[in-house]
């Protein structure tokens, strides 16, 4: 059996790691502070026959009400950080906040990454899913990366990584640990300025201060999920502790009750009326926590 690498929390809640706060325990918890713990803890599981899955902030992760009976691995310490390497390069642990990354950037007068401050996950979890906002994405910036499996570690570069409209080659039993951005020299006051524009928009356009997470669906070609659900009449439907935010029809608030059957459940309803009147069948952008496979797509209905 490989050497696990890293403390360990048995039964430990999920909720609490994910912003919209719906969800219950994992078997095990394991917090890695270097890519040989990384690496230690996907080679544990392997050898156990167990799933693992990544949770860094959880903004775009549902975990099951019957939680997940495996490995969940969360990066911190050095594997956390931030620091800027050379003239244009930000290096962030797979465990840090991107719109932390954002600011450090920001700081030292580099250009490039403002839009990942709209973005509340972490730089490992964003890369691995190219999360993007404003027309722009991670592939956009993005230099390298180092990839941890069960055998060891190995940096790649943005090509490797095949990253397209919120997807690349990531695996479920691979953990971005580190990455390095590219980014561009510029003027410190001028980007801090873009930078309160951006959370201005977000303020007046996202819900604040309620339990929810990012954007629910990927936008269809040509359109806006959140205008496509809104004009089914949707903002501010309820189901059980959950509801469709009457900001921005394309959020799901959940309530203190709200169950991941609920906040499931709306997604369900959004897309059949979406398609019901005519548009496309919706995807979700969101991730959906299994008991027993891992992280994956969320469980939702079959459309034709």
């Known amino acids: 059996m490989a050497d696990l690498r890293a403390p360990v929390q048995r039964d430990a809640p999920l909720a609490p790691l994910t912003s919209i706060r719906v969800g219950g325990p994992a078997d095990a918890l394991a917090t890695c502070t270097s890519f040989a713990a990384v690496t230690g803890a996907l080679a544990w599981a392997a050898d156990a026959d167990a799933p693992v899955a990544v949770v860094g902030k959880g903004s775009n992760l549902i975990v099951d009400d019957a939680g997940f009976r495996g490995l969940v691995i969360r990066l911190a310490g050095r594997l956390s950080s931030i620091s800027v390497r050379g003239a244009r390069t930000l290096w962030c642990g797979g465990g ?164 991941a059957r609920d906040v499931i459940a709306l997604m369900d309803e959004a897309r059949r009326r979406v398609r019901d009147a005519g548009g496309p069948v919706l995807h979700a952008e969101v991730r959906y926590l299994h008991p027993e496979w891992g992280i994956g797509a969320p469980p939702l209905a079959e459309l034709a």
């Open 96 to 259: 840090a906040s991107l719109p932390r990354a954002v600011q450090r950037a920001a700081a030292a007068g580099l250009e490039g990454l403002e839009f990942g401050a709209s973005i509340p996950g972490t730089v490992g979890g964003a890369v691995a899913m190219n999360a993007g906002a404003y027309s722009s994405d991670l592939s956009q910036v993005l230099d390298w990366a180092v990839v941890c499996d069960a055998t060891g570690r190995r940096k790649v570069g943005r090509d490797d990584l095949a990253m397209g409209y919120r997807t690349t080659s990531v695996q479920g039993d691979q953990v971005v640990a580190a990455v390095g951005f590219l980014l561009g020299p510029g003027d410190a006051d001028a980007i801090r300025a873009r930078l309160a524009d951006l959370r201005s928009h977000r303020r007046s356009t996202q819900p604040q201060g309620v339990r929810t997470f990012g954007s629910v669906f990927t936008n269809p070609d040509g359109d806006s999920a959140g205008r496509l659900i809104e004009a089914t009449g949707l903002k501010g439907h309820v189901i059980g502790g959950a509801r469709i935010s009457p900001v921005h029809a394309n959020f799901i608030e959940a309530g203190p009750d709200a169950t």
